[in-house]
């Protein structure tokens, strides 16, 4: 559904891309996503304030890179693209 809708999808799921049936499904479907990496456990307040300082970003590669699959990592100090290959 997240893939057919073209929406984007936001986890704190660090080991998703390591398990091969989410990983198949998440080529497979085609989705777009952003998994926050941090190595610690974050709050949700936490999260939310690392989504903020990079929103900018996060809208221009949603704008930008129409097409999936693809996947980047956000963390308090950067973006980083996850290769899924």
Known sequence: M?????LVVITRDRR???????KHLWLEYRV???VLTG?????TTDSLAVLEKH???IETLVVT??????MYAVTNERLR?????
């Open 81 to 85: 693209e996850i290769s899924l290959l």
């Open 32 to 34: 777009r996503g952003f």
């Open 65 to 70: 890179q129409p097409d999936g699959p693809w």
């Open 16 to 22: 998703i891309r390591y398990r091969p049936v989410e």
């Open 2 to 6: 997240v893939g057919a809708q073209a």
């Open 39 to 43: 190595r610690r456990s974050q709050s």
């Open 55 to 57: 929103w900018s970003r």
